[in-house]
Every structure is written in structure tokens, then in C-alpha cells.
């Protein structure tokens, strides 16, 4: 499951940079049209970048999986997987409304994904398992789906309020969940 995995996660980066066209002049003015694309990439990257990190936290917890956390984790491939076409979308109409809020409700659908391969995990090994343990009430997560909820909302009012919104939960998944690596050195695994 984690190696398919990474190799969805190496895909869908290779997608989002391969739609990072070149300017066509040659000057550092050029540039400045791919702006609007290039913030969204950096955005999608990060947000994948963190996925991908805390699926391996999230795994490294695991003994075994069943049919159940495969689907889940497919679902949450699926749902990742949509990022490069919103990521573009949004860079290339600058923010507009609609493409924000698209983006929000993929971010939203992948938060959600996540949430359940978590739990479909936990179920599998216990509510005495590390992974319960580590993950507890996962008030973080909570919190991100609550954020993204509001932000889709608010990408029709101000398209950079719902912006902002996505970098504050970007900023709160950044550094790796060390919940599981802290459950992890106390049980010796």
C-alpha cells in the first residue's frame, strides 16, 4: 500500500510541475504572468508534500491492512489525485471565485479521505494501538476540516480570505505529526 502510494504521490507532483509552462519571452518580465500559477503550485506542493509525509507517519504504525484501509487509502489516492487539475484551474484564473472554492472542496474531500483511512486503521489494530494512541481525538484534524469548510464559504465572498485560510492549515500540517513518532520510541517499535 505505501509503495503504490508513493508512486501516485511521485505522479501527481510530476502532473502539477509539468503545468508549469515556460514564458515564451525572455525577459524577467515574462515571468510575471505565471504568478497567479506558480503561488498554486507551490500551495499544491506543500499540500502534497504534507499528505505524503504524514501518510508515512500514519504507516509506520500499521502491521497489516485489510480490503477496508486499501479502499480508504484509494479513496484518499483519488481525491490527491485531483489536485493538479483544481491546482491549475485556480492558478490560471488568478483566484477567481469558483476555482478557490473547487480547491477548497478538494482539500476538503482529501481531508475527509484521510480521516477515514485513519480510522478504518485504527479499527483494524485497536483502540489500544499506537496509532489510537498517538492520534487521540485528532482535534488538528478537526480543526483543518473546519477551516476548509469555512474557506470554501468564503472564496465567494474574498477569494483571498479562502486563500489565506488554505495557507493557515498548510501551516499547521507543516511540521510532521509528531504524535506517532513520540507513540512510536515509547512502545520500542
Do not use: C
Not at 55 to 74: C, F, I, M, P, S
Not at 87 to 114: D, H, K, Q, R, S
Amino acid at each position: 500500500m505505501e509503495a503504490f502510494s508513493d508512486g501516485v504521490i511521485a505522479i501527481i507532483i510530476t502532473i502539477m510541475v509539468l503545468e508549469l509552462a515556460p514564458p515564451h519571452g525572455g525577459e524577467l518580465a515574462a515571468l510575471q504572468p505565471l504568478i497567479p500559477t506558480f503561488l498554486s503550485y507551490i500551495l499544491s506542493f506543500v499540500f502534497v508534500g504534507i499528505y505524503w509525509n504524514n501518510h508515512h507517519h500514519l504507516l509506520q504504525t500499521v502491521k497489516q491492512v485489510d480490503g477496508r484501509a486499501l479502499w480508504a487509502n484509494l479513496h484518499l489516492l483519488f481525491w490527491l489525485s485531483l489536485i493538479p487539475f483544481v491546482t491549475g484551474w485556480m492558478g490560471e484564473n488568478e483566484f477567481a471565485a469558483w476555482p478557490v472554492a473547487l480547491y477548497g472542496i478538494v482539500m476538503l474531500g482529501a481531508a475527509i479521505a484521510y480521516t477515514i483511512l485513519t480510522l478504518s486503521l485504527i479499527s483494524l489494530h485497536g483502540s489500544d494501538s499506537v496509532l489510537k494512541t498517538a492520534i487521540g481525538d485528532d482535534r488538528k484534524g478537526r480543526i483543518s476540516l473546519l477551516i476548509y469548510l469555512i474557506a470554501i464559504l468564503l472564496a465567494f465572498v474574498d477569494a483571498r480570505i479562502a486563500g489565506a485560510l488554505y495557507i493557515l492549515v498548510a501551516v499547521i500540517w507543516l511540521i510532521p505529526d509528531q504524535r506517532i513518532e513520540k507513540n512510536l520510541k515509547g512502545s520500542g517499535e
